[in-house]
Nanobody
Framework: QVQLVESGGGLVQPGGSLRLSCAASGSIFSINAMGWYRQAPGKQRELVAGIARGGRPNYGEAVKGRFTISRDTAKNTVSLQMDSLSPEDTAVYLC??????????????WGQGTQVTVSS
């Protein structure tokens, strides 16, 4: 079993910043990639940012230049620094990880999501 737990969501004013964190735990041998997706009401889930093990980060077009993803491979954590937030960034943000378990089985796991609301 693998668990992903997000933290750091909340309410912020337009132009403000938030930092999300996600910690993976459980029967983990290694993690190939970690990332963040978001889903707003009535919209499809979209990629926010992702980062492969030892690789360069990639970002969704809507957040390029405003969000920064970082990863601590040793701690199995990933963070998302979100700056210059706008109401259009309001969504549930979900952490995602492509995991190799201790049984050498691969699987994609999701966190429960954390709400980010940008409003004045």
């Amino acid at each position: 079993q693998v668990q992903l737990v997000e933290s750091g969501g909340g309410l912020v004013q337009p132009g403000g910043s938030l930092r999300l964190s996600c910690a993976a735990s459980g029967s983990i041998f290694s993690i190939n990639a970690m990332g963040w997706y978001r889903q707003a009401p009535g919209k499809q889930r979209e990629l926010v940012a992702g980062i492969a093990r030892g690789g360069r980060p990639n970002y969704g077009e809507a957040v390029k230049g405003r969000f920064t993803i970082s990863r601590d491979t040793a701690k199995n954590t990933v963070s998302l620094q979100m700056d210059s937030l706008s109401p259009e960034d309001t969504a549930v943000y979900l952490c995602n990880a492509d995991v190799i378990s201790t049984r050498r089985e691969s699987g994609v796991y999701w966190g429960q999501g954390t709400q980010v609301t940008v409003s004045s």
